[in-house]
C-alpha cells in the first residue's frame, strides 16, 4: 500500500553534513505529516524534526540550529539537512509519516531506518 524509502546515511567526520531524503509511495491521498526519529545503541527512540503539510516544523533541542527539516509536498518527500554533525548523533534514523489513503483514514508509516555515523 504505502512505502517509505529512506536515503542519504553514511559515514561522516564530526562537523560535517549528511543530507537525508524520504519518499513516500503507494496509494497516498494526502500526508499529514512526515519527521525523522533516531535511535542509537542503549537509548531510546526519539523525535528528531517533524514537519506537517502545512509546513509547521518541531526539533528536537539537542539539533537546533544544526538540522533543518523541509518537504517537498509534489513528491512526497521530506528532507533533513544535518550540519555539524556529532558523534552523539550516531543512530539509526527512521522516516515516520502520518498518511491519509482515503476520506477518513489516516495512518502512520515507518521506514525501515538509514544508519548515520559520526566519527570524531
Known amino acids: 500500500q504505502v512505502q517509505l524509502v529512506e536515503s542519504g546515511g553514511g559515514l561522516v567526520q564530526a562537523g560535517g553534513s549528511l543530507r537525508l531524503s524520504c519518499a513516500a509511495s503507494g496509494s497516498i491521498f494526502s500526508i499529514k505529516a512526515m519527521g525523522w526519529y533516531r535511535q542509537a545503541p542503549g537509548k531510546q527512540r526519539e523525535l528528531v524534526a517533524a514537519?506537517?503539510?502545512?509546513?509547521?516544523?518541531n526539533y528536537a533541542d539537542s539539533v537546533k540550529g544544526r538540522f533543518t527539516i523541509s518537504r517537498d509536498n509534489a513528491k512526497n518527500t521530506v528532507l533533513l539537512q544535518m550540519n555539524s554533525l556529532k558523534p552523539e548523533d550516531t543512530a539509526v534514523y527512521y522516516c515516520n509519516a502520518d498518511i491519509t489513503i482515503q476520506v477518513l483514514t489516516t495512518r502512520s508509516y515507518w521506514g525501515q531506518g538509514t544508519q548515520v555515523t559520526v566519527s570524531s
Open positions: 514537519i506537517t503539510s502545512g509546513g509547521n516544523t
